[in-house]
């Protein structure tokens, strides 16, 4: 036995005893070798990527934890993840081996008679969470087929030939999206992570695995092809019945829009397909719609005869439009930007400075198509940003570069992970959610991120290189500003649970006082002692060791003692006791000595006559800063503007019906208080509140302290109309705006209403 072979090159220990090395002829062997080798060689980072965004997300999921519960359970799927990533990728590899292991052995899996099991004894109920499981590996694996339909063609008809079998497909293709699933799952059950945590492992893996196969398959086609395996092997190309379109004419339009009414409701990227092979064409369908409804408006259409612009005179165009609008006004700049006027300027820029009577040059359909999607997309997104927010300007400012690179490539319709889309996606949600439209000074590092991000997106040439870097430059930037916030967010929040625990230890300590005043009440020094300083210790020694601790005990015991409820034995260890209590709450020596001296008298004579008065200690006492006061009196930093509710407004029964709701809120929910004098919105995040009083805690988006309020006030603003709760969107703004998109494509023309270019109505 080798016990130093690379498991990657092993084929051993084969079903029915058969050798690896032995089961097939040694060229087909050597191949099935190198194959496996170089799936699990191109795996690897796939998955190590996989993993890591599999975790952050985990992470996010826990910031955003609608109870203790549920973020604990985040926390601990995260330290698993952690923990076993490596155990993971060896038990994934492990899987991906056997699988090549048993490549040929389909039909030979033991039925229920040969093994001897009475299928009547082995009913039983499926189990809802492996249905989900199997429900999602089985969508997982179509998907993965449908979009490497043709590289798993030639994949299947080689492997195929080299054992001498059918062409492999499906399940029995031990490469394929099928297969992987499957491994994923099996390798995840080693971390035991929830069912709901398991489903989002097989999301990343379908979009960091599965997605990024084409790579692989190609290169191992291309090793096989290399050595003599069907090299002349093509997939067919199934035909595509959206080709045979005619948008200008309105008898066709009707037609030609029906492949895409299945996916019209989809965000782009994420489409539904035809059917099995059938590649997805989101821009297709997009364009299909778009032809239905200017088929719907004038059954004639149809541009004017001309050259069809070439590439470069398209960009060309596009950079002379946008140094153009770069020096107009901003209500110009965007009516110019509309989807209205946006082609109009580019046949301007296109036949600029050309004679009357040249031919003119025109956008092709596709192009024409193209300028007025991301047009409309762009009119849509703005629909979703805040008003007042420094969005707008740049949504403008990014619109026409990234109308260069949708030209370009028209993988930014086809494919959700585009860097110009998730460019597009997180700066305008970065400067939606981040910056108010103020010019406070914390808002101007980013804003002149995200204004340099966009200069520099408008000056160089478009590219997927390019978008990519800012891609990475804006997410490294919004990653500290977001490790600050959270660190800021963490102290504000463990300061008002340090003043709840503190104001229940008063509480408590004020209930034991007041029990033992109506049995011995104490008067003049003594009483202004137990009210404004020791009530305090009792307090801070009840928060540091507990209500049943001996430390807390004693101090009760010294209460009695100085109430005459309990005999004094020795009165200078009391007077040294009281003093030392007197100074944890931050007496100074000095005044405590004199205090308890006074109180006990336990000192030398000469000191004693030296002493203040019991009057003058007194009027001392009660000026002293009580515990935590301190902290109290902090003026909260940008506070919405809000009066205080009094108690017995908590009496309407719709405001104690939200606060009851409030209550059943998660951390981490939003509201948005409008001050009335100026309209300014302003949106803090409810970052703690306590359930026993109700107090809670709103920051802002950096972690700033807006205001300590009570949940009855915050149900008195809801209810009076000067706040209101922003419900969670489970979606991007970006995916909004392409989901909107696709339903104002399928409205009637008469019906849909576009959004006036100087109105952007608040989300």
Known sequence: MDVGHDRRQSFASQPGGRAGNARWPARAQRLLEASCHLCMEGLQEPLRRCLSEFEKQLFALAERAHHGGEQQNCFASRQRVLQGRTAFVQRFMERLGSAFDEIGNVGTAPTAAATGVNPRQTLALIDPAEQEVSMTLEQLGARGEVRHSSALYELGHRLAVLIGAPPLESQVLPLGPHALAQACSEAGTELELPLKHQLLL????DQWVIQALAPLYDTINTHLQGDGILPQLRSIPIPRHLGKRARPVAGRAEAASEPATGSAST??????????????EVLESLRDLLARQRASQSGLGGQPAGRAASEQELQSALGALQQHLAQVTDQAGRELRSAARLREELLAQLNFGKPGDAPRTQLSDEQGDKV????????QLGQQLQQGSNAHQLLGDLQL????????????FEQREHPARRLLDTVTAAANDWLDGSDDESNRPLATKLEQLVARASREPPSAGLYTTLLADIEHHLALLTRKAQAAERRHVEAAQGRERLDQARHRAGELMAERFAQSPPRGLLRALLDRAWSDVLALTLLRHGEESEAFRAQ???TDQLLGRLPTGDRLQLQVEVESGLQQIGMHAEEAVQVAQRLLGAGKPDPVAELPSATDLALRLKQHQRLGEQQAGHEPVAAPASAVVPAAAAADPREQRIEQHLRELPFGSWF????????QIARRKLAWYSPMSGRCLLVSRRGQRGEEISLAQLAHEIASGRACEVPAQPESLLDRAWRNLTGSLRQPVATRRPPAPTELPRR
């Open 372 to 379: 007025e999607l991301v047009a409309r997309l762009f009119e």
């Open 556 to 558: 009760l015991a010294i």
């Open 672 to 679: 948005e208080f409008v001050d009335p004098h100026t309209g």
């Open 401 to 412: 570069p990234v109308l260069r690179m949708a030209v370009t490539d028209r993988g930014f």
């Open 202 to 205: 097989l999301q990343h893996f």
């Open 267 to 280: 965000v782009p990227g994420t489409a539904a397909v035809g059917g099995p092979g059938a590649p997805i």
